[in-house]
């Protein structure tokens, strides 16, 4: 699904976010990737999501080089990721069903579909009852819920969470992490950036850890050869 | 795995394309709404658009009166032929055969020398002095009636023709107003066509300037839908209605600022057609230019949205 092959990412200023990073992870796996903030976690995110390109290396999405992607492209490679945000990203002028709606409605589906497979996402997440609300209404946890609705309504293979329980207290926390597997346990790839480290103890699941744009741990190595041949 | 069963769920072809016109027309519907949500704005936005266009709107409305006016006083030039003394009644009348069957003329009207004088006698209260003279000092004269659809330039042509004639001793137009007013129009004319480019170019502007602060306002919405997969001609598009409807409203603005302008004067325009006793019919809008107006109000609110969406637009991006 996701592939990193010795990518580094350097802004203007010299700053290197991301140093010789090599990373895979598989088709329906979950991992977290932690590491103290300024580590990299959120450029690794968005290099991923395409807002950022890296600077060396070769990124690869289900096969897609990201290197030299079109610009015209990228909106349809989006269409793959469910995005989750720790700010959830939320517009403020429209209700709850609108902002899940939201990806359908970019992806053209017929107005029915729009309401039903919302309503499915909004159900999955317990606020099925909230969806003529507006998100300002919604208690923090509710309101992340909200996004994390969003971010699978059009069912994507890979889920990106950045910080996804950075605002919320430990229960609400558990509660996020536990919908992020259970939508592993039904076939969704999950990358998961945090930095809380007991809930991550607790969820037995793979960790990626950086520091310093290092990868320093990986669950998942697989000894993968260090340059790879044949993708371009 | 993912990819199989999304590509069963993703929306048929003919469903996109559907799906595709529906978001035309929502796109249509959300900027409409977003109008209505903002009145203030809104309503500010389409006066100045409004009054803007009804300058040029007022001008032309104007030009298209005295065009009309001028092209009556056109149909009704004449050309007098007067004849040498020493032509005799049928020597005239014969003359008279022959212009009749010009290129250019219409119809001819002979008025004989006696004719003349009677008339004369009759009208001008001379009639004791006129009957001192020994003899009617009256040529035989010529109305010759021009084609109406004849111009300016043949028209010149048949006078000139008509002088150089060996019978006649002077052929008199008095055209020399007539052009002089043409001239005038054609400078009007002018003006009023840069007029409207200029106006224009200031609604491009205010329709630009608009939809610049409206995708300032929802810079936060443009970077969350391209986060999760719009295009950018799915952004675009309820910017481009927007200006549409700006377009389409302050048309229909200056298209009621010109009307009730023609309101506010008809009283005393039709006073002053009854004092000359003139059969003036003062034109408004006609259909046609109603919709030249508002198709043209429209296609500059399209234009001026799409000239300002495709420069901020493609800044935008997530960080």
């Known amino acids: 699904m996701i592939e990193f092959h010795n990518v580094t990412k350097r802004f203007e200023g010299g700053y290197e976010a991301l140093k010789n990073v090599s990373l895979q992870l598989d088709d329906g796996e979950m991992a977290f990737l932690t590491g103290h903030s300024g580590a990299g976690k959120s450029t690794l995110l968005k290099i991923i999501a395409c807002i950022e390109k890296p600077t060396r290396g070769q990124v690869l999405l289900n096969r897609i080089n990201l290197n030299t992607v079109a610009r015209s492209r990228v909106p349809y490679i989006r269409r793959n990721i469910g995005i989750i945000f720790q700010d959830h990203q939320l517009l403020f002028d429209r209700t709850v069903f609108d902002n899940v709606s939201l990806p359908l409605f970019i992806q053209g589906y017929r107005p029915q579909e729009i309401a039903k497979r919302t309503r499915a996402a909004l159900d999955k997440v317990g606020l099925l009852h909230k969806e003529k609300s507006m998100p300002i209404t919604l208690s923090g946890g509710e309101q992340q819920r909200v996004g994390i609705a969003r971010a699978v309504v059009h069912k994507p293979m890979l889920l990106l969470a950045d910080e996804p329980t950075g605002n919320l207290d430990s229960v609400l926390s558990r509660e996020i992490m536990q919908i992020f597997v259970d939508f592993n346990q039904v076939g969704v790839t999950v990358l998961v950036a945090s930095h809380d480290l007991n809930l991550i103890e607790e969820l037995d699941k793979p960790r990626m850890t950086l520091n310093a744009g290092q990868l320093i741990l990986n669950d998942l190595d697989r000894g993968m050869p260090e340059i790879l041949h044949g993708y371009e | 795995m993912a990819t199989s069963r999304n590509r069963r769920e993703r929306p048929a072809t003919t469903n996109r394309i559907l799906a595709y016109l529906l ?54 030039s004449q050309i007098s032929l007067f004849l040498t003394l020493d032509l005799s009644d049928k020597q005239a009348r014969a003359l008279e055969q022959d212009v009749a069957g010009m290129t250019d003329v219409l119809s001819t009207t002979f008025i004989s020398r006696q004719q003349a004088l009677a008339a004369f006698r009759q009208d001008s209260g001379f009639g004791k002095s006129i009957d001192t003279l020994s003899s009617n000092p009256l040529p035989h004269t010529i109305i010759v009636e021009p084609r109406p659809e004849a111009d300016t330039f043949a028209v010149r042509n048949l006078l000139n023709g008509l002088q150089a004639m060996p019978e006649v001793e002077i052929a008199k137009m008095d055209t020399e107003w007539l052009e002089r007013l043409y001239t005038i129009l054609e400078i009007a004319r002018r003006s009023v066509a840069m007029i ?19 995708i300032q306002n929802r810079y936060q919405e443009i970077i969350v839908t391209k986060l999760i997969g719009a295009t950018d001609a799915f952004i675009r598009r309820p910017f481009l209605y927007g200006g549409v409807w700006y377009g389409l409203f302050g ?22 057609n009854l004092l000359y006793q003139a059969d003036l019919r003062f034109i408004t809008f006609s ?7 508002l198709s043209s109000s429209t296609l500059l609110g399209l234009a001026g949205s799409w000239i300002t969406v495709a420069r901020h637009l493609r800044q935008i991006e997530p960080s």
């Open chain 2, 23 to 76: 978001h035309h027309l929502q796109s249509l519907q959300f900027s409409l709404g977003k109008l209505y949500q903002a009145p203030a704005t809104t309503i500010m936005t389409v006066a100045v658009i409004g009054i803007t266009l009804s300058l040029p709107g007022g001008f032309y409305l104007f030009l298209k009166n005295i065009d009309a006016i001028s092209g009556d006083f056109r149909s009704s």
């Open chain 2, 196 to 214: 409207t480019i200029l106006f224009a170019c200031a609604v491009l502007l205010i329709i630009g300037n608009t939809i610049r602060l409206d």
């Open chain 2, 251 to 272: 048309g229909l603005v200056s298209w009621l600022i010109v009307e009730m302008g023609y309101l506010v004067i008809s009283g005393p325009l039709n006073r002053l």
């Open chain 2, 287 to 293: 259909l046609h230019d109603f919709i030249v107006l």
